[in-house]
């Protein structure tokens, strides 16, 4: 079992900046692979940032690619996104998840085994 707890949510103006993190426990992460998924208001959860064990491969969402940067710490046991020039659009509550297969991105959340409470991003106009 891995357990895992988002931090570094809340309220920034358009054009600012966040860093989300996400540590787990349990299990260390250098055995899976991690993603970043998100909720906006009234909508699915969606796709964010993938990163494999290693941190040698990522993928993006087209809406966040070039904004967000997805890294891992596995001697922390520990993922992070760093997001900049946010928008309003970007406001969710954002997950953190782990998945198995670990060697490849993985963008699909039915792939991922474990899940975070999510943290609230709001980012005012």
């Known amino acids: 079992q891995v357990q895992l707890v988002e931090s570094g949510g809340g309220l920034v103006q358009a054009g600012g900046s966040l860093r989300l993190s996400c540590a787990a426990s349990g299990r260390t992460l250098r055995s899976y692979g991690m993603g970043w998924f998100r909720q906006p208001p009234g909508k699915e959860r969606e796709f964010v940032a993938t990163?494999?064990?290693?941190?040698?491969?990522?993928s993006y969402a087209d809406s966040v690619k070039g904004r967000f940067t997805i890294s891992k710490d596995n001697a922390k046991n520990t993922v992070y996104l760093q997001m900049n020039s946010l928008k309003p659009e970007d406001t969710a509550v954002y997950f953190c998840a782990a998945n198995r297969i670990s060697t490849i991105p993985v963008t699909e959340k039915k792939e991922y085994d474990y899940w975070g409470q999510g943290t609230q991003v709001t980012v005012d106009s």
């Open positions: 990163i494999t064990w290693s941190g040698a491969y990522t």
